[in-house]
């Protein structure tokens, strides 16, 4: 296996704008950290920060981003953040692993263990780029390392994009040092972690998240009474799988996501984050984008368009798509459909 360079931190670049008017004090030693190594994630990340600011977090907030971040982005992130580090991408080089989930895109998720190297807080909460904050979880902090939120596909491996840790070179030396000699068994930074935090599962239950500060957009269907129970005391949304939020358009006129009705459960998620992004980042991004074009994602659509349908699939392209995390959430496979089959079939 290999790993490709080691960081290249850069000195703390910006500030981030609090909410005007509140009176809450910032605690300078620990702090929110995502990753972007996109532009794409770069949106997420900034979606992300504006939904911890509107929830009135009392942390820094810390983006770790990648060379490939243009700078337009850059700058966004700057007035988001108290932190935008730049790192090098680490690679886990495992395609086999990579290539046996389809998820190729995931070997750069290595650059996440970057997140140890910020030595200068006593502790962090790390979030994936594709998560959304619908309510304070600033008491994550009374948390140790390592604790995270069980993963829908494997309930003994935890999810590694929510979790807390502690910053510490010796644990980055050490988790480096694991990489290159165990591999990852899914090729990602959730193999990773999950090897070398292996006791998640059994030694220690206040480490276990409770799975409200992870829901995954996947298990909503798979479990549909305990979303119908629980869904509404969600801290965390987390859009797990290859179609994420930005992967979709949005008319800001009429709240519509191009691509489905809005009746199941995570569509309301996704028109959550679209209305946030349209309303806080993309005047941002117009800002710094000045002239130069970009792919805003925000259109208003014709009605012929809104009522166009997309061909039907086979019942193996369905499947195929569900194992990839790729579900039609706003159409065939709503939350409102996927209920009215459990109805008839449970009569």
């Known amino acids: 296996m290999q790993l490709r360079g080691l960081q290249v931190l850069l000195p703390r670049e910006g500030a981030a704008p609090r909410s005007v008017g509140l009176s809450f004090s910032v605690m300078a030693d620990q702090a929110f950290v995502t990753l972007a190594t996109n532009d794409n994630y770069a949106k997420g990340a900034m979606v992300l920060a504006s939904s911890l600011h509107n929830h009135h977090t009392t942390r820094k907030l810390v983006a770790l981003i990648g060379p490939q971040v243009s700078d337009p982005c850059r700058s966004v992130l700057k007035k988001l953040y108290d932190e935008v580090r730049v790192v090098d991408v680490l690679d886990s080089g495992d395609a086999a692993h990579l290539a046996m989930m389809k998820r190729p895109d ?21 979030m994936d780029a594709d998560t959304l904050v619908v309510s304070n979880i600033d008491e994550l902090f009374d948390r140790e390392e390592l604790s995270a939120a069980p993963d829908p596909g494997w309930p003994d491996c935890f999810n590694s994009g929510v979790f807390v840790f502690r910053p510490s070179m010796e644990t980055y030396a050490k988790l480096l040092q694991y990489s290159t000699e165990h591999g990852s068994f899914d090729g990602g930074d959730q193999g990773v972690l999950n090897g070398f935090f292996s006791s998640w599962s059994t030694a220690d239950i206040s480490r276990h998240l409770p799975f409200i500060y992870n829901l995954s957009s996947i298990a909503i269907y ?21 179609t994420k939020p930005w992967s979709h358009t949005f008319d800001p006129r009429t709240r519509r996501i191009r691509g489905g009705a809005q009746d199941s459960s995570i569509s309301s998620f996704l028109v959550d984050w679209w209305s946030l992004y349209s309303r806080e980042v993309l005047p941002l991004l117009q800002e710094h984008y000045g002239d130069q074009p970009f792919h805003s994602g925000c259109v208003e659509e014709d009605e012929s368009q809104a009522g166009s349908a997309e061909p039907a699939l086979s019942s193996e392209e369905r499947r195929e798509r569900w194992e990839q995390g790729q579900a039609d959430y706003m159409g065939v496979d709503s939350f ?11 009569k």
């Not at 798979?222 to 005391?233: I, V």
């Not at 009215?340 to 449970?346: E, G, R, S, T």
Request: with cysteine.
């Open 336 to 346: 409102e459909n996927i209920q009215k089959k459990l109805d008839a079939f449970l």
């Open 222 to 242: 798979t479990y549909l009474p305990a979303f119908k129970k629980f869904g509404g005391n969600a801290k965390v949304v987390h859009f797990l799988g290859r």
């Open 106 to 126: 995931l070997g750069v998720t290595f650059t996440k263990l970057h997140c140890w190297t910020l030595t200068h807080y006593s502790k962090c909460v790390f």
